[in-house]
């Protein structure tokens, strides 16, 4: 009898810069859904700067990009088992990695482990709740064998 606990990603890429990404990104989500001990499905939108501006404007009322949005489901209605969306923009987060030095890879599953925290009601509105945060990232990330992103 496994005690794995049953989790899902549904991907929709609509950016080149993703291609042969999604698995390594669903990867990352399993890791940080195992280690939340959360079971249940995340739809994941790979998408470019463009999409990702509309969703940034109708949702938050900010203009341009930012690498990751993440919607939890709504209070009533939703699926069982749904977590919610992240949505990620693609030449946002490859220009954070260059500048950063990062791999693209290893900047991404950060990023998208940042977005499904945020989905468990994580954030960084303060010191203590970006270090909290913070501190499930980089062991999510050190079970992926990705240094921390944040040394």
Do not use: C
């Not at 995340?42 to 501006?53: C, F």
């Not at 969703?55 to 939703?78: C, H, I, W, Y």
């Amino acid at each position: 009898m496994s005690d794995e606990i049953p989790f899902e990603v549904d991907i929709l890429a609509n950016s080149p810069l993703w291609k042969g990404r999604e698995e390594a990104l669903a990867k990352a989500l399993a890791a940080a859904a195992s280690a939340e001990a959360v079971g249940g499905t995340v739809s994941l939108l790979l998408g470019d700067d463009a999409s990702i501006a509309a969703l940034n404007k109708e949702f938050r009322g900010k203009d341009g990009p930012t690498n990751v949005l993440s919607f939890p489901p709504a209070e009533t209605g939703g699926e069982e088992g749904f977590l919610g969306d992240i949505a990620m923009a693609a030449e946002t987060i490859a220009a954070e990695a260059e500048f950063q030095g990062k791999s693209l890879d290893h900047h991404a599953a950060h990023i998208v482990v940042h977005g499904f925290l945020h989905l468990l009601g994580y954030d960084h509105m303060n010191a203590a709740d970006a270090e909290k945060m913070e501190a499930r990232e980089r062991t999510i990330l050190a079970s992926l064998g990705i240094d921390d992103p944040y040394a």
